[in-house]
């Protein structure tokens, strides 16, 4: 599947802030998620609820998708979330602390069936049942601070504990043909850190990364747009292939280089992304 559309920053807004939702009309990143879950206190659940849905009535987003996550079904504010979610329409529908099948068919049937239902991957349960929870979803979003919480593991840029973890969810994510962010970095101040995670979850396949504050989104959009060069010999592969006596060759030497007909693909997608991010200015 070719995902064609950039998330390279998605942005996590507290729905509760309405200045926060204001301004996220105007920011550089691909996708903001409006959020009632972790960023808001319990007694403001309601007006995050009503702010969202009022949010992506109103639109005004530009070409930035726009993404509501809910609580879960199991909080008291789920249920009444994923109904307004429904009827407002965003672009998707976040669903945190997913770690089965069951879970997935339980928010799936709460919505239309053309809602697009994101799921968070943030359980040492969902870790074991990858291979379940691709079906009925667009998207997996890594929820790292989570995941180290139940695995008791400790944390720095470099994420050793979790890099078996975060390279099974990307292979997994891809057999499935899903989209997959990378989850956040909790240091907001820490420029050099932000830039080594961010090359780090490029270099692993994510299709992008989980914000929480403004300042990082152009590390994001750097580290996950593609390079030049990289974009160039893409054009060069499909050029290629597309010559009339390539058209049933399986394997390709270009400019001293050995390439398959399985390189065809990804290299129409690197494309596509690239072209979509140039379109945006």
Request: aromatic residues 4%; glycine residues 8%.
């Amino acid at each position: 599947m070719t995902h064609a559309k950039p998330r390279r920053s998605a942005l996590y807004m507290p729905a509760a802030n309405a200045r926060a939702i204001e301004k996220a009309r105007e920011l550089p990143c691909d996708v903001v998620i409006l959020d009632l879950e972790d960023a808001v206190a319990p007694d403001a659940k309601e007006t995050a609820r009503e702010q969202a849905v009022a949010a992506v009535k109103a639109g005004g987003f530009g070409p930035r998708e726009v993404v509501i996550r809910v609580n879960g079904l199991d909080t008291p504010w789920g249920r009444d979330d994923l109904a307004v979610a429904a009827e407002a329409g965003p672009d998707a529908v976040l669903a945190p602390k997913v770690s089965s099948a069951a879970d997935v068919a339980a928010y799936r049937a709460a919505l239309p069936a053309t809602q697009s239902l994101w799921i968070m991957i943030e359980t040492c349960w969902g870790l074991f049942r990858l291979d379940e929870l691709g079906e009925g979803v667009a998207a997996w979003v890594i929820g790292t601070n989570d995941l180290a919480k139940e695995m008791r593991c400790r944390l720095d840029a470099e994420r050793a504990p979790l890099l078996g973890p975060l390279s099974l969810a990307v292979a997994a994510a891809r057999a499935h043909g899903l989209v997959v962010l990378d989850g956040v970095f909790n240091g907001i101040d820490d420029d050099a850190g932000l830039e080594r995670q961010c090359d780090q979850g490029a270099a692993f396949g994510f299709d992008g990364k989980t914000l929480i504050h403004p300042r990082q989104i152009e590390a994001a959009n750097r580290a996950f747009t593609p390079a030049a060069e990289e974009v160039d010999w893409a054009r060069t592969i499909v050029a290629a292939f597309d010559e009339p006596e390539n058209a049933k060759k399986g394997v390709l030497r270009i400019e001293g280089r050995m390439v398959e007909r399985l390189h065809l693909e990804e290299a129409r997608r690197l494309i596509a992304v690239a072209d979509a991010i140039a379109a945006r200015g």
